[in-house]
């Protein structure tokens, strides 16, 4: 069973940055491709950003340039680096594991807030 704990998120101003990260239980991390998803506020889940085993990244087209996966396979952590905050960045992110037998296992999400 693997476990996903993210964190790092909370209130900051347009412009500014945050981290995120998320930590996975379990040995199926460095097997796995993994993901950050986001829900605004009455809004679906859609996907932010998503690395391979081997460091292969995807990302939506509204956080190209802003953002940045990136994984450390030693520490069982995936990283997201946001800067140039926007109100639209407001949502839940969630952290998102995708093993290699196809099961998807989610965090339980960690809030940021763009706001002045």
């Known amino acids: 069973q693997v476990q996903l704990v993210e964190s790092g998120g909370g209130l900051v101003q347009p412009g500014g940055s945050l981290r995120l990260s998320c930590v996975a239980s379990g040995s199926a991390f460095s097997f796995s491709t993994m993901g950050w998803y986001r829900q605004p506020p009455g809004k679906e889940r859609g996907l932010v950003a998503r690395?391979?085993?081997?460091?292969?990244?995807n990302y939506d087209d509204s956080v190209k340039g802003r953002f940045t996966i990136s994984r450390d396979n030693a520490k069982n952590t995936v990283y997201l680096q946001m800067i140039n905050l926007k109100g639209d960045d407001t949502a839940v992110y969630y952290c998102?594991?995708?093993?290699?037998?196809?099961?998807?296992?989610w965090g339980k999400g960690t809030p940021v807030t763009v706001s002045s």
């Open positions: 690395i391979t085993r081997g460091g292969s990244t």
């Open positions: 998102a594991l995708f093993t290699i037998g196809g099961t998807t296992y």
